[in-house]
């Protein structure tokens, strides 16, 4: 087995390495869509999962990361990340099969404890492959190729979690359909195909070739590297942004799902379409926000798609008013809509900006620190979320508008915040606090919103332009009426000026 670093990577090893990354990309993915997100939600709520369990499901995971510090200590004694990353996947990665013979093994009430144990422990094992995959990845990937290879990346992997997340949502549906009874059983076959689609990707891991971890003049201490991202004042306001911005998100992102099935009591499949759009508008954006991203830098893009996310989330406060109405379902299309597309800039540019600003000889260090900080915020964030939901249930801060006549007494909700709409809103404030963070991150290449909006507007219009020349499209545009009607009015207006300047000549 070759685990040997190279001094150096010749180019086409380089490329053959990315399309390795690629492939691991998709496999990963189909692994987390079948294993996670909704279908993980909605098993712990089967197994008879609380809120404030709900959030600690989600606050395990960047918890477990925690572990990244001996992981990083692990990393710099070894010297050899792609084995360390082999290992740690094919192991974390197993525990999906466990977590699918839960319902086979222990009662509801055990099942539960057996699945936060089995996601922290995995998690728990997955800081080792961060550790050790992102600064992998640091020297691997060209700097002037971020945008672009992780753009395409993400595009691949989330067009494939498109059809998979649907087709894995009909049959869950048909599944309860066909088996009332057993529809844990259900989500065990999902947990197990993830499983084998994650050993793949490990596969995928172990042919990536790795360069060489680039030596110090001097060995430092372990807790000297640590502190070395925290003296670098530009890299300790990239962590100040990032781990605010992962608290906001983590307040709020996790209990969409518990919100649309508890609170409007959708049912999944329509829960997986609104997730679907989401996902379709990140990948539709997504090739667009590397290439602005490669052309300007990651801080504009996430300058623009930071507060596009953040009044996403504020939206979710006017779902109900104070119960679901003609404009709920509407406006959940275009949260998730705007979602998506913010979602794509964000994380596309997030990891990239981190890769982008940790020095070379130093990254596995910097890295891992930005990620313990993201992890310590995004592991509280659901926990106080889900506590939160309990403790305002069944409270209400409503405002009303009225309207009085002698014969009519009319009453409007402009506002009212139940349960989860109270920390939506705490999300939003915290968010536009992690937006003035970001401000104070200098990155070269940075520019005006404006400039960035006027950019975007112009790749969707040369998207628009290149699509508009398939088929004859184009020719048939010619044709339509619309098309002759303004050639009419625009020769008149020729016509009609030739004969003004005639008079004018002529007088």
């Given at each position: ?6 001094d150096a990577l010749t180019e086409e090893e380089v490329d053959q390495g990315l399309r390795w990354v690629t492939k691991d990309g998709l496999a990963s993915q189909a692994m987390v869509t079948l294993t996670g997100g909704v279908f993980l939600v909605g098993f712990a709520l089967k197994l008879g999962a609380p809120n404030y369990v709900i959030g600690l499901l989600a606050a395990l995971p960047p918890l477990a990361d925690l572990l990244q510090l001996p992981a990083i200590l692990l990393v710099e ?350 999300a939003f404030i915290i968010g536009l606090y992690s937006i003035h963070r970001l401000a104070l991150v200098k990155e070269e290449g940075s520019v005006k919103k404006g400039i960035l909006v006027q950019e975007l507007f112009s790749e969707l219009k040369r998207d628009m332009h290149s699509f508009s020349t398939i088929g004859g499209t184009r020719y048939i545009n010619q044709l339509l009426p619309w098309h002759s009607m303004r050639n009419f009015v625009v020769n008149l207006k020729a016509v009609n ?11």
């Amino acid at each position: 087995m070759n685990f040997v670093p190279k001094d150096a990577l010749t180019e086409e090893e380089v490329d053959q390495g990315l399309r390795w990354v690629t492939k691991d990309g998709l496999a990963s993915q189909a692994m987390v869509t079948l294993t996670g997100g909704v279908f993980l939600v909605g098993f712990a709520l089967k197994l008879g999962a609380p809120n404030y369990v709900i959030g600690l499901l989600a606050a395990l995971p960047p918890l477990a990361d925690l572990l990244q510090l001996p992981a990083i200590l692990l990393v710099e004694r070894v010297r050899n990340r792609k084995l360390i990353s082999v290992f740690s996947a094919a192991l974390a990665r197993s525990f999906w099969l466990l977590i699918a013979l839960i319902p086979f093994l222990f009662s509801a009430k055990l099942g539960l404890v057996a699945l936060l144990i089995a996601v922290f422990v995995r998690y728990a094992i997955v800081s080792f492959v961060s550790v050790g995959w992102n600064s992998w990845m640091r020297d691997l990937v060209p700097q002037g190729k971020l945008g672009t290879f992780f753009s395409r990346r993400m595009t691949l992997t989330t067009a494939l979690a498109l059809p998979l997340s649907l087709g894995a949502a009909f049959y869950l549906d048909k599944w309860k359909l066909a088996f009332p009874e057993r529809e844990l059983e259900g989500y065990s076959l999902l947990f197990a195909l993830g499983f084998l689609a994650g050993i793949i990707g490990v596969y995928f891991i172990y042919r990536t070739p790795e360069q060489r971890m680039e030596i110090k003049g001097e060995k430092e201490k372990f807790f000297s590297l640590l502190l070395e991202p925290f003296r670098d004042v530009n890299f300790r306001n990239l962590m100040a942004f990032s781990s605010s911005w992962s608290f906001a998100v983590s307040l709020a992102a996790p209990f969409f799902t518990v919100y649309m099935l508890k609170r409007l009591e959708f049912g999944m499949p329509f829960v997986i379409l609104l997730s679907a759009i989401s996902q379709l508008m990140h990948i539709v954006f997504l090739r667009v926000w590397g290439r602005l991203a490669d052309r300007f830098n990651n801080k504009s893009v996430l300058a623009v798609c930071g507060p596009v996310f953040i009044l996403s989330i504020l939206g979710w406060t006017f779902t109900t008013l104070p119960e679901e109405y003609s404009l709920t379902v509407p406006l959940l299309f275009l949260l998730h809509i705007l979602m998506g597309i913010s979602m794509a800039g964000v994380n596309l540019t997030l990891g990239n900006i981190g890769f982008k600003l940790a020095p070379r000889e130093g990254a596995t260090a910097y890295l891992a620190t930005r990620n313990i900080m993201n992890s310590i915020a995004a592991g509280v964030g659901p926990i106080l979320g889900g506590f939160a939901a309990d403790f305002f249930a069944g409270k209400e801060l409503s405002m009303l508008m009225r309207w009085t006549t002698p014969t009519r007494d009319v009453t409007f909700h402009t506002l009212s915040l139940q349960k989860w709409d109270f920390f939506f809103v705490l999300a939003f404030i915290i968010g536009l606090y992690s937006i003035h963070r970001l401000a104070l991150v200098k990155e070269e290449g940075s520019v005006k919103k404006g400039i960035l909006v006027q950019e975007l507007f112009s790749e969707l219009k040369r998207d628009m332009h290149s699509f508009s020349t398939i088929g004859g499209t184009r020719y048939i545009n010619q044709l339509l009426p619309w098309h002759s009607m303004r050639n009419f009015v625009v020769n008149l207006k020729a016509v009609n000026d030739r004969r003004s300047n005639f008079d004018r000549e002529s007088s």
